[in-house]
């Protein structure tokens, strides 16, 4: 979803679009908004539809990005 670089250059309120969940069924793409950040952290706001998910968080360390759901 992000590369080391793009997580580096992320600001407050951006937003990324990835996929849909149901690819087959609609074209609608999963929004991921960022809420919070530290220098090895990103949390996001995600919704489908218009529907919150939930939150979704990204961390760096080392050059590796891992997620949580």
Known sequence: MLSPE???KLEIG???E????FAKVSPEPV???LDKRTDALAEFVVTYFGVTLGRWKCSKKDEALSWSF
């Open 6 to 8: 793009e997580f580096d």
């Open 31 to 33: 929004v991921m908004r």
């Open 14 to 16: 951006d937003q990324i």
């Open 18 to 21: 990835t996929r849909g969940l």
